[in-house]
């Protein structure tokens, strides 16, 4: 889809650059609250060939809200179990993952990201005020007061002369610009943006193979086998991932030759069981951007932050950032003050860094290659595990700073992802909870005495966009402005018992700004969130 080079740039509220899983995700968000957006990709087409391998439940909500869950469903694996092994094959970690994760769908999901892409780009498509403008490189950048100008010429013209290259450049125009083009962003290079690098490098030899026939395949394994660390995990229904790691940055043309990919793999898998589809080398790193926002540009995804696949995050750190970025954008382009896209940053590379930080370690435990120090952690790993302690888990961060409500004592609810979980309203179908609560700004209360005498407060909550639901029977004289729902399994009222809560305001990407203990304090709470949307200079702030 492509529109008219006369189209006056101006008509666009933000550019993306980049239109990876990151930069779908957010065109549509943003798209689907009638902003205009520009997205502008080197390449012709879908890359059509997998390069992440999994996603967590948090993804798996935010495809919900837009509305393509089910389909994507169709094309990813639920796993249960991931296995880290010994060269002996010993278990020496057995992480175990729940179907029903606290954002409501499994924990661990494997991917064919084909199958993602095709159904993020038929919803940007089909969503009114997005354009997908292919074959365009972006060059040059510039602000220009409260826009940004960005220059872009066809990828086939790169590296060389073209005749008529200024007739087929283009320029745009927007308010914002956002990069989502990857670890090699021309948009963070170009405002010279540095990196803080973890200072963890590995090559690896990834290969990918379509399934033929059902085979006999670990689903997802982790060999830490120091002669060759390997990984072995299902990449969707149909298709298969192994990775080795190489001694070498630069493989050998020995090392990507199929007849060596099926020598590697033949313990496992045979030609006439699989179709090799994809041999790439690749280094994984751990970099993160020292900034994430250069006055009206931002960055997101690969752009920002590159991690190990230790962890599986990668991008579903990106998407977290698409979901960040999108409400923030949403409000600053109807009026809320520019600088609550300050606390993107504030939020999201606190976050990115203790994932990465995380990742890191276990990689570097997972791909010793001293045999020494390699059977010192299989031992020590064994004997946790002979013991019964169970492998410490790793808790994703909240935030705890950016936009959120004064940091008060006994607030443990503030900057928390809230949970998903099922509930239902009359006559008592069940729903998932994001499906009866909407998309935007949430006011969730213990029951209705917690939101009574407080109409006025209510009001101005409406004005945002804010929803009310109780657990129970809604205030009386409130029909259809308040949302009651039946806990069923009673998740909510355990989680508000937990953070001693009587009502909490979450945002529009299920982080708590902030919680009430009582009636009496609601009503400050709601008013600093109110104002701090729409602060002007001198207005004061909600933001920690």
């Not at 099926?262 to 080398?281: F, T, Y």
């Not at 950016?402 to 949970?419: E, I, K, S, V, Y």
């Not at 004289?477 to 069923?488: F, K, L, N, R, S």
Request: proline residues 6%; glycine residues 10%; neutral net charge.
């Amino acid at each position: 889809m492509s529109g008219p080079a006369s189209r006056p740039a101006e008509d666009y509220d933000v550019l993306v650059v980049g239109y990876g899983p990151a930069g779908m995700a957010l065109s549509a968000l943003l798209g689907r609250q009638g902003h205009r957006v520009a997205v502008i990709e080197r390449y012709a087409g879908l890359y059509n060939l997998p390069r992440a391998a999994t996603f967590d439940d948090d993804v798996m909500r935010l495809l919900q809200k837009l509305g393509i869950a089910g389909r994507v469903a169709v094309g990813t694996r639920v796993q249960r179990r991931y296995d880290w092994c010994n060269a002996e094959g010993e278990t020496l970690i057995g992480n175990e993952f729940s179907d029903f994760g606290r954002s409501g769908w499994p924990e661990f999901n494997m991917m064919f990201q084909p199958v993602l892409e095709r159904e993020l780009d038929a919803l940007c498509r089909r969503t009114p005020g997005v354009e997908i403008i292919r074959g365009l490189v972006a060059t040059d950048f510039r602000q220009t007061g409260d826009a940004v100008e960005v220059a872009a010429r066809p990828a086939d013209e790169l590296g060389r002369a073209a005749t008529g290259s200024e007739d087929r450049a283009r320029k745009f125009t927007a308010r914002f610009a956002v990069g989502c083009d990857g670890g090699n962003s021309s948009l963070r290079s170009s405002l010279g943006i540095e990196i803080d690098d973890y200072g963890f490098q590995e090559p690896w030899l990834v290969c990918d193979f379509r399934l033929t026939r059902e085979v006999d395949l670990p689903m997802a394994l982790q060999y830490g086998d120091p002669e060759q660390p390997t990984s072995i995990i299902s990449i969707g229904p149909h298709h298969h991932r192994f990775s080795f790691m190489l001694d070498e940055a630069v493989p050998s043309a020995e090392a990507v030759d199929p007849a060596q990919v099926w020598h590697r793999v033949k313990r496992w898998i045979a030609p006439e069981d699989a179709e090799l589809i994809r041999v790439a080398p690749y280094t994984f790193r751990s970099t993160v951007a020292r900034e994430w926002k250069r006055g009206r540009f931002l960055l997101a995804g690969d752009a920002a932050h590159q991690m190990p696949p230790f962890l599986g995050q990668g991008m579903c750190s990106g998407f977290r950032d698409a979901h960040n970025l999108a409400w923030k954008l949403d409000l600053v382009l109807r009026g809320a003050d520019d600088e609550l896209l300050e606390t993107y940053a504030a939020e999201r590379s606190p976050h990115v860094r203790a994932i990465t930080e995380k990742a890191v370690e276990l990689g570097r435990l997972q791909t010793i290659r001293d045999k020494r120090a390699a059977r010192l952690r299989d031992e020590e790993l064994l004997r946790r595990r002979r013991s019964g302690q169970l492998p410490e888990g790793f808790r994703f961060p909240g935030y705890r700073t950016g936009f959120l409500a004064a940091a008060a004592p006994g607030d443990t609810a503030r900057g928390q992802l809230f949970p998903q979980a099922w509930v239902a309203q009359p006559p008592g179908r069940r729903q998932r909870f994001d499906d009866v609560s909407g998309g935007g700004w949430l006011l969730v209360a213990w029951d209705a005495s917690a939101i009574a005498g407080r109409d006025d407060d209510l009001a101005a909550w409406r004005t945002v966009g804010g929803s009310v639901l109780v657990l129970g029977a809604p205030a009386n004289g409130e029909p259809g402005a308040v949302t009651a729902i039946d806990d069923v399994d009673g998740v909510y009222r355990r989680w508000l018992d937990e953070h001693a809560c009587a009502a909490v305001v979450v945002r529009p990407d299920w982080y708590v700004y902030g919680s009430a203990v009582s009636a009496g304090s609601l009503g400050s709470l709601l008013r600093a969130c109110v104002s701090g949307l729409y602060r002007r200079p001198g207005a004061g702030t909600s933001q920690a």
